[in-house]
Every structure is written in C-alpha cells, then in structure tokens.
C-alpha cells in the first residue's frame, strides 16, 4: 500500500489502546502483525513508496513493484576512486564514477566492482554496501523483477531513456537510467546505451551475473560478468 509515513503518538491513540493492553494489530494483505506498544511513546510506519530512506547524506525514495521493495535511485556512497584503480579491501567504500566524472555519480549513482559492492562476502543476499535493512538482491530476486514486469524493460527504464522499440515508459516506477558501466580495463564505456545490476549471487570466483537493460530494445537479460566491471547498486528492502 502506498500512503504516506505514518507516525502515531500514544498521546494520541490513548483512547483507542487500554492501559492492560498496550497492542496494536496491523492487517496487510493476507497476512496479520501485532506490536506491543508497552514501552513505546511511538510508532513508525514505513510504507514503501512513499517512505524516503536517508543514507550516507543521501535521500533515496522507494518503490513498490509487485512484493519487492526497491531504492528507486542507483546507490550513491562512498569515496571517488580512478577508473584505473582497483578497489581495495581496506575498509572504505570505493566507487567509480563514469568518465572519472563525480557529476555522473551525482547524478547517476556510483559504479561498483562486484567485490566491493559486497563488501568481499561471498553470500547471496548481503547487505554489503547498502543501507541497514536493505540488501544487494539475489539473482532469484531479480529474475522475481523480471517477472514482475512480464520481462518487458522498457517499463523498468526512465521515461527519455532509450528509443525506438527500447523507449522506456517506467511503467513501474523502477526509473533505471542507461548509465553505461565502468570495464574491468579501466575503461568507461557505453552510457546512454546499457545499465547492469549485481546480483550478490555468484556464479564463480571471477563472474557474477548481472541484470542488464539496453537502448534499443525492451528485452531484460541475465549474463555473466568479470566481477571487475563497475555496475550500478539497486537495494531491494530485507
């Protein structure tokens, strides 16, 4: 449900909640969640879609498609490195920037080697570095987004990006940009033409499959990269 962030003082509901039984008992979909108020002055919802999460001196707004929860911006943290430079394990986050330019992260996230973006877990579904209660989606969660969308990327990509029989409609709210990536050579190539998203599942030591969206066409494809390429970070909520 996309609403708004509902705060609720106990002030407020005093007359709607006993004394005995401080509870509260919260219905969404099929399902039921009762919190115990006892100790709280108050509550906060969040509600995907309208709730904002700030991360890193950053805002990032949600989206809600079909029963994932998504950063609707590519994550931006970290400190600017060289495209030429390999990121380290040295306990900084590292992101590229496209062209070595920090107006292309500003304005279009930061670009991740898949071990750093990790923050060097092998485990399917870390948070590596996103925010607390998000995660890197696994490629299972992925391919849900695929599916979610009837495998049409067009509808994952920002309106004015791509052309033709790939012109995105962001049907879904996702608002993928066609950011280009950073090569595991170092260099910066095809912006305004592909985006790629990690997974946090690996296919080996030197690969991880990453979804990826191009210009020209509405297909959505899962292949096989040099874990060295820099790629965009989209968290999906835990």
């Given amino acids: ?32 969640k ?15 879609g309208a709730s904002t999460v700030e991360y890193a001196g950053k ?4 989206v809600l498609i079909g029963n994932q929860c998504w950063l609707k911006e590519n994550l931006d943290v970290g400190t600017r490195i060289q495209n ?3 990121a380290l394990d040295n306990g900084i986050i590292e992101k590229y920037c496209y062209d070595n330019d920090s107006v292309n ?6 670009l991740y080697s898949w071990n750093e973006a990790m923050q060097y877990s092998t485990t399917s579904g870390s948070q590596g570095i996103c925010p607390p209660g998000w995660r890197i989606p696994t490629l299972a969660e992925l391919q849900t987004l695929r599916d979610s969308v009837n495998g049409n990327g067009n509808s994952l990509k920002a309106i004015g990006q791509g052309t033709g029989a790939g012109a995105g409609t962001n049907t879904s709210g996702f608002s993928a940009l066609l950011t280009g990536y950073r090569n595991f050579d170092g260099n910066s190539v095809l912006f305004g033409e592909v985006t790629h998203f990690w997974s946090s599942t690996e296919s ?35």
């Fill in 204 to 238: 080996n030591t030197t690969t991880t499959t990453s979804l990826h969206v191009g210009y020209d066409n509405s297909g959505i494809f899962f292949t096989d990269y040099s874990k060295g390429n820099g790629f965009c970070i989209r968290c999906i909520k835990n």
């Fill in 1 to 32: 449900m996309k609403i708004f962030v509902l705060i609720v003082s106990l002030v407020c509901v005093q007359g709607f909640i006993s004394a005995q039984n401080k509870n509260i008992t919260i219905y969404y979909g099929d399902s039921t």
């Fill in 105 to 110: 992260c500003d304005n279009n996230g930061g």
């Fill in 34 to 48: 009762t919190i115990d108020l006892a100790n709280s002055d108050s509550l906060k919802f969040f509600i995907c």
């Fill in 59 to 62: 805002i990032y707004n949600t």
């Fill in 84 to 86: 030429n430079q390999s």
